[in-house]
């Protein structure tokens, strides 16, 4: 009897601590995941759960993944980035204009990750030494960058014949498309960064407690800065992604809400408003719930404005829980 007592705690104790390591909100994510999973292949179980549907679902969330995980990084140290969108359409112009006008895949990768990293800057120059309101920052600027894809590209599709560039965005390595080992690659070097390196938890300290932070020494203008430079190096690497997808730089690209929906996983995956808080895991979660439920809204015919209404509700949803979570802490 005392044999079966101390299994049962033991299992018990066990329980808690995978609770503990894994996070009761990831866990619920999880639970929801599971349940539209269910919901859809109930609905369209013909095609839902096929290898061609999930890879298509994988594909689709490659960029909007790398994006999350960076806002996920922006949102923590207390900023917001509404731009990465604009910054998207911006690299996938300069991107192919490097590369039609050089044929050489190497130069258009640099290209689109330089032009990414400048945007980046500038968003984090008016922002820390503007004095400027972030969200009025990278809402302007994400009219500004939209702007200039649109003047470089004279408003025309440019196409990119590069073979080797187009294998970024439609080769496989072991069967699964490029993009999702990109993806997952960026979602390794993020959790390394945010959650082991000690520059990544300056970052939970500056969003956090900004004051304390800056008694204790740290330079929170470069750490600012540094941040929408990642920002906008990512949102270059999701515009590399999409022009090596489609084969082509549009200026129109990245403007079908893809910073909304960045904005929403990285607040469905446990960012505050205030900064402080927020998991590269929780920013995937966020990322496969929304995939998954774009997927599943096309495949049961769900009316487009309909789908708008859903993916609006699920951002204001994300905000609530955000918001919740932290007064109740």
């Not at 759960?49 to 960076?70: D, E, H, K, Q, Y």
């Not at 439920?293 to 699920?314: C, D, E, H, R």
Request: aromatic share 8%.
């Amino acid at each position: 009897m005392t044999d079966q007592t101390n299994n049962a705690q033991k299992e018990g104790f066990k329980m808690h601590r995978f609770i503990e390591r894994v996070g009761i909100h990831n866990i619920s994510l999880l639970v929801a995941l599971i349940g539209l999973l269910v919901i859809f292949g109930v609905l369209r179980g013909d095609v839902f759960f096929s290898t061609r549907n999930l890879l298509n679902i994988g594909m689709g969330v490659a960029i909007l993944g790398v994006l999350a995980i960076s806002q996920t990084g922006v949102i923590v140290s207390g900023g917001l980035d509404i731009s990465v969108g604009s910054i998207v359409g911006l690299t996938t112009v300069a991107t192919a204009m490097t590369i039609q006008a050089t044929d050489m895949a190497g130069l258009g990768l640099l290209a689109g990750i330089v032009v990414g990293g400048l945007a980046g800057l500038v968003n984090g120059l008016l922002i820390t030494y503007g004095r400027i309101n972030a969200v009025i920052v990278t809402l302007g600027t994400m009219a500004i960058f939209r702007g200039v894809a649109f003047i470089l590209s004279n408003g025309q599709s440019i196409s990119i014949f590069n073979d080797s560039f187009r294998w970024i965005g439609t080769g496989r390595i072991l069967g699964l498309p490029a993009p999702i080992w990109i993806l997952i690659a960026v979602a390794i070097g993020f959790y390394i960064f945010m959650h082991k390196s000690i520059v990544g938890r300056n970052y939970y300290a500056i969003g956090g407690n900004p004051i304390v932070a800056r008694l204790s020494g740290l330079k929170i203008p470069n750490y600012r800065v540094a941040i929408y430079v990642v920002s906008g190096i990512m949102a270059g690497v999701g515009g590399i992604l999409l022009a090596a997808r489609t084969g082509s730089g549009q200026p129109i690209s990245g403007s079908d809400g893809l910073e909304l929906e960045a904005i929403t996983a990285a607040f469905l995956g446990g960012c505050a408003m205030q900064g402080g808080r927020g998991t590269v895991v929780g920013a995937l979660l966020g990322v496969a719930i929304i995939g998954v439920l774009n997927n599943g809204m096309i495949l049961t015919a769900v009316p487009t404005f309909y789908q708008m209404l859903a993916k609006g509700s699920l951002l204001i949803l994300a905000v609530f829980l955000a918001e919740y979570r932290l007064n109740k802490n």
